[in-house]
């Protein structure tokens, strides 16, 4: 089975352990973004998946296809030009301090790409499965267009599409947001959000929830999640639900809404190496497990292990296998070692 | 606003991570101590702050200097001369493994210093407050005395006072300090204390409590709040409360006391980073808040959580923004990701 | 007093911090195994303890001597010769992501050690004391061999024989080990064990209990003890009860039988640095407390405090003194900074 | 003496040691820039120096604000604002590798500036030298604009003016470069080059050099000197001397031209620790000597005995004291430990 | 252009800079061996190269492969399965103190493979190239077997193969070597050698040189490489001169012999950064100048400026490009900065 | 053979790499000083070696047990009190820029014991041998009187004395060394010196040389010695020869002079990894030639050999085998790898 992702990949700048950004000698330097964070995970199930982007030519563009490379992903059709990578800077928070992300990634390769810069038709070649994020199109009409494109080619091929809507307010209004994806969630098969992001983007909010404050109430996902179904007809839509206790300490549990029906999976109370990616290893189990043909609960159970098991790990990418991922889906929280 | 504070600034070696001292083979080298971390966190949130000390002229005395600067704290009236640096080794402890502190601080300059190291007259010009511990004169007579020198000018120029009693028993005794604060005291306007060392230092114990269980009693905080208040007349007595459940997980809060009356902070449950210098970012915070005449509540929700957050951050210096302090203190405490 | 221990030290190479395998550029690279674990740890407490293995002339023997000299084990009977030093590789886990151990030990000197390496006679001169786990054994029928020899010249002697069942499924069957244990463990004095080991070397399980979920039921833990001691005529037999919450989060206690009658510990539960070791610390604390003459329950508290300030410690070298393990023992497990 | 630079401070991103882009896991962030490292530079000769430029108001603007500030660099004239810090990635060379440098600062907050930035009035109170290189109005014509404020600002208050002319062909044309330092140069007193920038910016030659080459002729050197001086009416010019013999080892002397006659320093064969900012440590020994009244032998003598203890030490910054040049430019090269 | 290479792929274990092993607190881990290194410089340089051998199915294995991912390598004809990866612990010498490598490679999944675990008809496919050393026939009879397969079906598909006859003591003796590389070299088209592996494999030896003494005499290289390829119809030999003058510096030089003809490259004074991997840097200077058809002066130049080029990169990968060899071959050596 | 050194063992923090004390956030933690440093050279000489001082009881102080115990030092000697471990700080030097050493050693335990804390009856029992620098009597009267009490008692058990002079500026005067090093000097059967501390303690000199430079000159070291061994007496007079071409780059050779006979080593270029240690290495080398009954041609060449290879670790330690020392002794100095 063979994933496109298509997506920007930046530079992930980062202090060590909780050092402040004003008390860093130096970075961690790592490589992440939504749709390679999906590729990567994919790659580790043992599917073959390409990430799609734009990366300048020169080293630190090399770092980044590298950094895929090494876990598996399929770089050939990445374009290469431009003037830079794209970059964040991550600060980990600690207890009641908050994790900071200071984006500095204006003007990188793929928010200046083309269209001439990719050939949908041959990165679709062979392929079962595309998947990107409400990122990519916030770079730019440019890249909005270029998803457009790869939309129509990916529906003229029967592959199938999962998007996550992943607001990102930094990158464009909610007008704006709400305008083009409406338009290209018209192509998409599975959708994933949260309850914030169902309402930035297309102000899609259940009754009598407060988003910001992490509640959970059944019935208010539910809503939601018909609300998205409804308007775009999606097959599957997934909601994940977070409850953010410190920035050491989040619960996480996600719902799946498939044919009419809600599918809720365990709940998971973790504490947090790295919360970066947590979405996106969500995303990644969401589309392992439709390619697998898990049943809805299964699937959701999956989904959720997955990306619990993300936030142990340091960086964007999440480095499980299919194994250590049924194990907790299956229910063994326990952490003993494994010898 | 211009704040100055005098005291001692060391070298504070510690191992990496949980490291025991005997698995070593470097050691992180920052600097730090009671007033000059109150002089960083004042820096911070955009006040005007000098430092007092006397530090030798070589290179790791410049970096102490250095050390300083770098965050903006006016280093342009420290004396330099004598022969060492003072030194504390800081082993950090986890779960039931308390952190453990060696001193090596006998022979620093500032302990050897004389009274003609500094001329008060020039370092308060323009000082609006000024802010000592009880380390400070606990270093040697000659300090109490150079201490009381800084105490009459401020006196003479209406500086206000604030005093941390912070009590050292490696380096008085308790009588010694008695006496010795007693008389530093008339001079204090802000009084900053816990429960047990208003008893090491002043004797002073409300009823039935036994301070080293850390127990939360509101009366008795009050009644010792009320005993220092009435001994020497302080416009404000501010206690601080923190349960220690292991070396990683505190209970954090304090009250104030003034004009009779006391108000209690609400109390923060910390996963801590840095338990080092939580008292002096209290300190900090309250001075802030005086400085910006708060109301009482405020000024020690201020203050507590200034001092919350400091917990999250590795080294002696609280650096946080006001920004960051208000935003928990009016109760986002979930550690969220700011992007 | 004198102790002698006797098995493999290997080199431990593990990834820093939460680091998967995959992501790590760097190995902390220390020194480990059950019975040199036990000897360093009983240095700390200052009694002699003399640690034997085999080990290959080269850097890297000299390394793992070092590693013991470093803490004052005696390793003048160490044998020299062989080809390799044996290696564990260990990722830590977090939260419901399990540690993990890769073992890469065969054909370590120590396994391919032969009677002539050893003579008992002269290692028991003046020694009081001699302990190994069921993890020598299983490194080969040569080991196990030489293990009787020890076993048997302790017994001429009069020295006290400890045993950590320490059941290794990578090493051998658990009909193998029951077969080689059940021979050895003639010889022992005081038996260390878990249920779950107590089980698959033995057999023996008390009834309606699932060892691998980690209940504590203190009936089924003193029907093990009791089963254990009526088949091998133990004079001390002790139950370490471990409940894995997270790979963070563990509770334990333990439990001491001795004399028909049994004790139990406190419970302790611990934020985990490193857990590696965990057991043998609790052997050491026990050796130590028998050789005291501590009363049981003092001695079964001491053990378990011991073991618990281990998993606040990386390595898996208990790095405590007896004062710091009083403390906790009586008590104290508030973390409160040590000034 | 207070001295005034004006330019763009960069993040600096480089690899460990020798190690090249694609095999760092993590960069030493420090910072630098022409100007900056001058002023750093003045600092640590005991002058008062100020760093003016713009710089965004988050957190990575403000490391490079402390990074200055840890210095002594008053920071105070710098603007905020803007969305970048710009960056350059270092790879540092070894033997016949060549170090690398990657710019990405298009965009910075100081490209961005505009005249109102800057108030130049006020930032020349009490100035008495102004300094800047041939970068900085080569980041734009809008900052081209505010160096032609500046130096007329300069003129206006007397305070003398140097200027490195540095060209860099990532930025801006040869033509380009000429036309815009033809006018700046106007306002200049002491010009500092090498015969590449010469010929670069003002196509100014001596005959018969391949200046790629690096081949040291004393006669050449006199030749552009005198070429630049008859041109701008420079007080004083030098020219610096740069031997590459690898990327390890170069040779570095220097000559000043004043009053028509030449000036050649010593030369020193350097072992390289990083040869970046090695020019600008130049211009502040020359600045430094040329407000200290020195001789122009010695003046020249301080630059590159200055200069040359540079190319000894990590970063950008000259960490180096007027006692150590002087050591230096007196003849111990030895290295022998100072105790 | 497709390469296949052959052989074991280690994980280097290495104290940071010039650290001893027993002062080693942390081991640097990266991986190589000859074959791999070749198959990563050719995919440095834009070639398609697949490395064969075989790894465990652990995560050490997968670390290796990864390794060799990350910068291309098709990795999808390794074999998994076995039980260990082979270990080399390498030591940095410096000065007059030599640099030290222990091997623990017994063992290792290839050392203990089988003709089974090798489909070379399906390795071959589309292959132009076959690279195999010395060493790989030198881990056992197996693998000596397995390398025959592979030669003979190189033959059948006009693949063409070379070898590079590294003699590696440890592993076989000179007699059994002469024997097996006698039957192998039967095949090779390019071998690749220096004196003493000639003397050491072969018996040949030009009248009246000292292969220890590294002293160069043109005429005796080429004497070698005539009685090598006398013996076995090489169509090229290749003689690399190594001159070790200390650790730290080292003179290299190499000799193409064909039709009959010496080539003799320019010689480079290395300021040596990480002498490993030198010679497998050279080889594939060498295929990669084959298959470009470069005349053999070019060849000799570009493999020599290759290897020139490996000794200024940590680890045993070459990570240069063909535009950084080329600039050396063609005689810039002055390691400028490249801007 | 067993060796008794005395003297002081320092914690030595030292940036890492080159950086400056100003720019370290860390500093690497080792321990050493001259006679600490002599005793684990001669244990990884195989010879047995106690190493006597007074250290503080904390964990600092067991660090500096520590670090000599892991190279088998015997510390069951060593008097443990009193308040601290002296410091120096260590700042490495590159090419022109001198290495820098900061003491902070005042108040150390060693300096402030008492005659009560040795037994030097019990201390030399089967000691073949003592070694002393004049280091340690400059520590203080007190330190000097015990240091008399050990000769005394080394001369009733005819334990062979040996004595680096070692004079250090800081800690005493010349005419106080002169004065109490020939009262000491009195006991030595050997002697070790440099021309510079042999004019700077007795005011020996040859005619016409100027120590600072560095020159060599044969009959002038000869001369010096002579003058030594005139006035004590000593069986064995050496003197070492350093020319310091820069911090990286030192040339090393020494003389014996015995019997009315100079001795006089190779000559060694050494590129410096690390210069501390190289006297102590050298005296070590020594000692062990002579209780090996070595001549003194291979006695000198031994000597230098060893010393030469300490200037290539970190660190105060030799951690060089006799093997090693022999095999550059006799003349393979190419560095060449040892597989």
Same mark, same amino acid.
């Not at 030009?81 to 009641?96: F, T, W």
């Not at 947001?177 to 899609?204: P, Q, R, T, W």
């Not at 208010?220 to 609300?227: G, H």
């Not at 790295?274 to 969401?286: I, K, M, Q, T």
């Given at each position: 089975?063979?994933?496109?992702?298509?997506?920007?990949?930046?530079?992930?700048?980062?202090?060590?352990?909780?050092?402040?950004?004003?008390?860093?000698?130096?970075?961690?330097?790592?490589?992440?973004?939504?749709? @390679?964070?999906?590729?990567?995970?994919?790659?580790?199930?043992?599917?073959?998946?390409?990430?799609?982007?734009?990366?300048?030519?020169?080293?630190?563009?090399?770092?980044?296809?590298?950094?895929?490379?090494?876990?598996?992903?399929?770089?050939?059709?990445?374009?290469?030009?431009?003037?830079?990578?794209?970059?964040?800077?991550?600060?980990?928070?600690?207890?009641?301090?908050?994790?900071?992300?200071?984006?500095?990634?204006?003007?990188?390769?793929?928010?200046?790409?083309?269209?001439?810069?990719?050939?949908?038709?041959?990165?679709?070649?062979?392929?079962?499965?595309?998947?990107?994020?409400?990122?990519?199109?916030?770079?730019?009409?440019?890249?909005?267009?270029?998803?457009?494109?790869?939309?129509?080619?990916?529906?003229?091929?029967?592959?199938?599409?999962?998007?996550?809507?992943?607001?990102?307010?930094?990158?464009?209004?909610?007008?704006?947001?709400?305008?083009?994806?409406?338009?290209?969630?018209?192509?998409?098969?599975?959708?994933?959000?949260?309850?914030?992001?169902?309402?930035?983007?297309?102000?899609?909010?259940?009754?009598?929830?407060?988003?910001?404050?992490?509640?959970?109430?059944?019935?208010?996902?539910?809503?939601?999640?018909?609300?998205?179904?409804?308007?775009?007809?999606?097959?599957?839509?997934?909601?994940?639900?977070?409850?953010?206790?410190?920035?050491?300490?989040?619960?996480?549990?996600?719902?799946?809404?498939?044919?009419?029906?809600?599918?809720?999976?365990?709940?998971?109370?973790?504490?947090?190496?790295?919360?970066?990616?947590?979405?996106?290893?969500?995303?990644?189990?969401?589309?392992?497990?439709?390619?697998?043909?898990?049943?809805?609960?299964?699937?959701?159970?999956?989904?959720?292990? @997955?990306?619990?098991?993300?936030?142990?790990?340091?960086?964007?990418?999440?480095?499980?296998?299919?194994?250590?991922?049924?194990?907790?889906?299956?229910?063994?929280?326990?952490?003993?070692?494994?010898?």
């Amino acid at each position: 089975m063979r994933v496109v992702t298509f997506g920007e990949i930046m530079l992930r700048l980062a202090p060590h352990g909780y050092d402040r950004f004003v008390q860093s000698e130096s970075f961690l330097a790592t490589y992440g973004g939504g749709e @390679a964070n999906v590729a990567v995970s994919l790659c580790n199930y043992g599917l073959d998946a390409a990430f799609v982007t734009k990366l300048p030519g020169h080293e630190i563009g090399q770092c980044a296809v590298n950094s895929l490379r090494k876990y598996g992903v399929d770089t050939g059709l990445i374009a290469r030009g431009g003037e830079r990578v794209g970059i964040y800077y991550l600060e980990k928070g600690a207890s009641q301090r908050a994790s900071k992300v200071i984006y500095d990634r204006a003007g990188s390769s793929i928010a200046a790409a083309g269209a001439e810069d990719f050939d949908w038709g041959k990165i679709f070649e062979n392929a079962d499965w595309f998947h990107f994020t409400g990122i990519t199109p916030a770079l730019g009409d440019n890249v909005a267009a270029i998803c457009m494109d790869a939309l129509k080619e990916a529906k003229r091929r029967n592959v199938k599409v999962s998007c996550d809507l992943n607001y990102r307010n930094k990158l464009w209004s909610k007008a704006k947001a709400g305008e083009v994806m409406a338009g290209l969630c018209e192509y998409v098969n599975v959708c994933i959000s949260n309850e914030e992001d169902a309402h930035d983007v297309f102000g899609i909010q259940a009754d009598g929830v407060d988003v910001t404050k992490g509640e959970v109430n059944h019935d208010s996902y539910i809503d939601v999640a018909k609300k998205l179904t409804d308007r775009f007809g999606f097959e599957k839509t997934a909601i994940t639900l977070r409850t953010s206790l410190s920035a050491n300490d989040n619960n996480w549990a996600a719902m799946l809404y498939e044919n009419g029906k809600a599918y809720f999976s365990k709940s998971y109370n973790m504490h947090i190496v790295d919360r970066v990616g947590g979405g996106d290893s969500f995303g990644a189990g969401l589309i392992y497990s439709a390619l697998s043909g898990y049943e809805p609960q299964k699937a959701i159970e999956f989904a959720v292990a @997955a990306s619990c098991l993300k936030h142990s790990i340091e960086g964007d990418f999440n480095l499980v296998s299919v194994d250590e991922v049924n194990k907790l889906a299956q229910g063994d929280a326990s952490g003993r070692v494994q010898r």
